[in-house]
């Protein structure tokens, strides 16, 4: 039976989420426990399921700057036949979200890279397939969360 979260849990998955590579010692300071004691309750968390799994955000070793981000909103001539696009655009690299969409839209991808230029590339690759009627992409000006 899993237990109710209390502030010390809420406060150890909150560190995690902003590093889940932080020491179970650093993690005991922040949170006034023994070292031990933070393990204890992250193998807790991760056995009822609070913590699923850890993952990386990956970056670009070249790169110091964010990438630049643009949504693309795709339409089909044919919605329900028009398979081939999402399966296209799911081995683009810098397509890092594909969401096939309900009323008036129907994909809307959202992309990022290291270049105007390399977005313009992509958004070019996917309106001149067979099967896409339109496009329209908006840069992202800026991003909160």
Known sequence: MKRTLDKVDEKILEELTWNSRLAH?????KVNLSRNAVRLRIER????????????????AFSEHPPIR?????YRQDRM?????VRFVAGIPEVV????MSGDL?????????????????W??????????DTVTSFVLSHTK
């Open 81 to 85: 036949r028009g398979a081939e696009v």
């Open 97 to 100: 979200a594909c969401n096939v």
């Open 106 to 122: 129907d994909i809307v991808l959202t992309v990022e890279a290291t270049s105007s230029d390399r977005i313009n590339k992509v």
């Open 25 to 29: 010692n650093d993690i005991a300071m």
């Open 70 to 74: 643009a949504l693309v909103f795709v």
């Open 124 to 133: 070019a690759d996917i309106a001149s397939l067979p099967g896409v009627m």
């Open 45 to 60: 968390l991760e056995r009822d399921g609070y913590i699923k799994g850890y993952t990386i955000v990956k970056g670009s």
